[in-house]
């Protein structure tokens, strides 16, 4: 069966040794939203850094019906847009506009065209009146909602989104989660806000020491009490 994120078996080792991932297998069905839960070091940003070819390990990573290595890397991150746990390694351009923009002008799209992203994207992070700003010299909410606003000016099909919610405040986090709500595409979305998951994922993988631990129905795995005790999810 052919899903729209397919990763099997998936190791990696950091040049320094360390192997963060373990043999990763991880199955999303097209528009599924998953939540990607577990403890700080389990391995969730060094997968989702593989799936856009970031990073590439041994084992097989497909995306959209493409492996995920060259020559397919140019297609594959028009397909796949990532929001990386730090905004600042996103965040590069002298405006918040170039920064938006520069996805949708790297597609070759006409001005009138990136301008009508630009503007759509921050509209849907609610920063519109940020667009002449600095990136960098905004708060780090604000520089997450931009960074969000940087992905979805790309129209991805598959959302990867690296704790979007963490720094934002309640107003912001909100706003963050209706607008993923109504967006209709796959996604996978890491976090420690269990509240978010249970709002947003239909479904829930567990990672912990580099491997996907537990992946089923959201409800079945918040549920499992024991699980998340054992993976450090609750305190
Ligand atoms: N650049 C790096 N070089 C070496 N080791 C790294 C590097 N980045 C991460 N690691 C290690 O890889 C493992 C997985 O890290 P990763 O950042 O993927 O975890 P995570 O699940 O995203 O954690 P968090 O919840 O804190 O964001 C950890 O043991 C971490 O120390
Ligand atoms: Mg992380």
Do not use: W
């Not at 939203?33 to 084992?59: D, F």
């Not at 019906?65 to 594959?76: A, D, H, Q, S």
């Not at 129209?155 to 990867?160: A, G, H, K, R, T």
Request: some cysteine; proline content about 4%; hydrophobic content about 45%.
């Amino acid at each position: 069966m052919h899903h729209t994120v397919d990763v099997d078996n998936l190791y990696f080792r950091y040049p320094d040794g360390r192997e963060a991932l373990r043999g990763v297998t991880l199955h999303i069905a097209p528009n599924v939203k998953m939540g990607l839960v577990g403890p700080n070091g389990a391995g969730k940003s060094t997968l989702m850094l593989h799936l856009n070819g970031i990073l590439q390990g041994e084992g097989s990573v497909f995306v959209a019906g493409m492996e995920v290595k060259e020559p397919n890397l140019p297609y594959v991150r028009a397909a796949v847009g990532i929001v990386f746990q730090n905004p600042d390694d996103q965040l590069f351009s002298l405006t918040v506009f170039d920064d938006v923009a520069f996805g949708p002008l790297h597609m070759g799209l006409s001005h009138a065209e990136v301008r009508q992203r630009v503007d759509e994207a921050l509209a849907a992070v609610g920063m519109e009146a940020y667009v002449e700003r600095s990136s960098h010299h905004l708060s780090v909410g604000e520089k997450k909602r931009i960074a969000i606003a940087t992905v979805l000016s790309m129209q991805p099909e598959i959302l990867v989104l690296d704790e979007p919610s963490a720094g934002l405040d309640p107003r912001a986090r909100r706003m963050l989660i209706n607008l993923l709500k109504r967006l209709e595409m796959t996604m996978l979305i890491s976090t420690h806000d269990l509240a978010l998951v249970a709002e947003l994922g239909d479904q829930t993988a567990v990672m912990d020491n580099g491997q996907v631990v537990a992946c089923g129905e959201t409800a079945a795995i918040l549920a499992d009490h024991a699980l998340l005790e054992r993976h450090g999810l609750v305190a």
